[in-house]
């Protein structure tokens, strides 16, 4: 009858994704995805075969799982629940959809890492907001007092939304915008 706190890492392990990155990453996963749960606030959460994504390391992108001293659980609605706001079954489990591959699902988020922030900076960067280093720096535009977009600036997952996100371009489209007279 509600959505009820079920531990990690006893029949599945979950793997959340924030909702930019998770909404990419189902369109990419189509129907080889198994059942995800979207609680009320966006992020999307996949099951996955317990310790199948241990070592993963994606902006945006966190492991639920069994720790050696301490419990992690996970929010999961009954069955029936297939509509929000509320937390629901995006994908809603069945015996067609239950544990998504590992492997297949890592892939499709590194893919909507890289389309939705771009390459990962080399070594840690520091946030423009809060001033203290990130491992999973997210591109964001920061406008100068001129109204100029600065060089490329970096925000923690906690900041980044307070900023519009910077889109990478590739060479052949800055080199179009320049010869366009565009920024």
Request: net charge negative; with cysteine.
């Amino acid at each position: 009858m509600d959505v009820e706190a079920l531990p990690a890492g006893k029949w599945w392990d979950a793997v959340r994704a924030a909702p930019t990155v998770g909404e990419r990453a189902l369109e990419l996963l189509c129907e080889e995805s198994g059942a995800v749960i979207q609680d009320r606030h966006g992020p999307l959460y996949w099951l996955v075969a317990v310790g199948s994504a241990k070592s993963w390391h994606l902006r945006q992108v966190r492991v639920l799982a069994k720790l050696e001293h301490e419990s992690t659980y996970l929010g999961v609605p009954p069955v029936s629940w297939t509509e929000g706001p509320r937390t629901h079954w995006r994908v809603p489990l069945s015996a067609d959809h239950y544990l998504t591959d590992a492997w297949k699902l890592w892939e499709a988020l590194a893919e909507a890492d890289r389309a939705e922030y771009g390459r990962v900076p080399e070594g840690r960067q520091l946030c423009y907001r809060c001033a203290l280093p990130t491992d999973e720096p997210i591109p964001v535009e920061v406008e100068d007092s001129h109204g100029d977009v600065a060089k490329v600036t970096y925000a923690c997952p906690s900041h980044a939304p307070l900023y519009s996100k910077r889109r990478p371009r590739t060479l052949t489209s800055a080199e179009a915008a320049e010869h366009e007279g565009r920024r």
